[in-house]
């Protein structure tokens, strides 16, 4: 199942790009964050995220970017999803720390699914 899309994020940013004209260094702070805001939102539209029965794969349009095998998964926890925030998973080998560019219902729903209670308790 691919997750949906969700411009929240990147619209947000780009909002809050817009707030800092009226500082005095305009416009320089609200061309490179409006500019990082674009960028996400590219980001928003040409990926995808597709959990498959044991592995989460990122999508880049039609080609295969990684495959995230969910044996090699220790925990997972979405910060913020009501901004939105950042999706942390750590693998054995590494660690991940992702903008939330998705419907964080529907990644959080097919991760409690797919990979089960290896959610971080909050601190």
């Not at 500082?23 to 539209?45: A, D, E, K, M, R």
């Not at 999706?87 to 699914?113: C, D, M, T």
């Amino acid at each position: 199942m691919s997750i949906s899309p969700s411009p929240r994020l990147a619209l947000l940013i780009m909002v809050f790009s817009l707030c800092l004209l009226p500082l005095p260094f305009n416009p320089w702070p609200t061309v490179v964050i409006g500019l990082f805001g674009v960028f996400l939102l590219v980001q928003t539209y040409s990926l995808r995220l597709e959990f498959t029965g044991d592995t989460l794969v990122v999508w880049r349009g039609q080609q295969e970017l990684r495959r995230f095998p969910y044996t090699e998964w220790q925990s997972w926890r979405l910060f913020a999803p009501w901004l939105p925030g950042l999706f942390y998973f750590r693998e054995i080998k590494s660690i991940h720390f992702l903008p939330i560019l998705f419907n964080s219902a529907e990644l959080r729903q097919q991760l409690e699914q797919r990979v089960g209670s290896l959610e971080t308790p909050k601190p």
